[in-house]
């Protein structure tokens, strides 16, 4: 059992940059893979990025790769999303999730892979 809660979003200029946070509690989070998903309204559920639990493999999304970095500081109980040449297409809510055990590549894009879920932070990037 793992809590998680979203930080960093906010207000950006399009080219501009954003590091987002996920701090986790209630359990170590050194045991989960971690993901980073985005929904903008009307829009179903995207995977954006996702870290294993050692931090030793990520996998990104075509549409944020070379843009979007994703690191975690496990003695810190934190993930990190580091967001740069923003497009205002990123603009979305954005969400961490945390899941146990390994996933192909199509599992972990799903949302359904993840059993705990912050509650979002809003990204807005302006044109």
């Known amino acids: 059992q793992v809590r998680l809660v979203e930080s960093g979003g906010g207000l950006v200029q399009a080219g501009g940059s954003l590091r987002l946070s996920c701090a986790a509690s209630g359990r170590t989070l050194s045991v989960y893979a971690v993901a980073w998903f985005r929904q903008a309204p009307g829009m179903e559920r995207e995977f954006v990025a996702r870290i294993s639990s050692s931090g030793t493999t990520t996998n990104y999304a075509d549409s944020v790769k070379g843009r979007f970095t994703i690191s975690r500081d496990n003695a810190k109980n934190m993930v990190f999303l580091q967001m740069n040449s923003l497009k205002p297409e990123d603009t979305a809510v954005y969400y961490c999730?945390?899941?146990?055990?390994?996933?192909?590549?199509?599992?972990?894009?799903?949302?359904?892979?993840?059993?705990?879920w912050g509650q979002g932070t809003q990204v807005t990037v302006s044109s």
């Open positions: 999730a945390a899941d146990f055990g390994p996933a192909t590549l199509r599992e972990m894009s799903m949302t359904r892979k993840y059993d705990y």
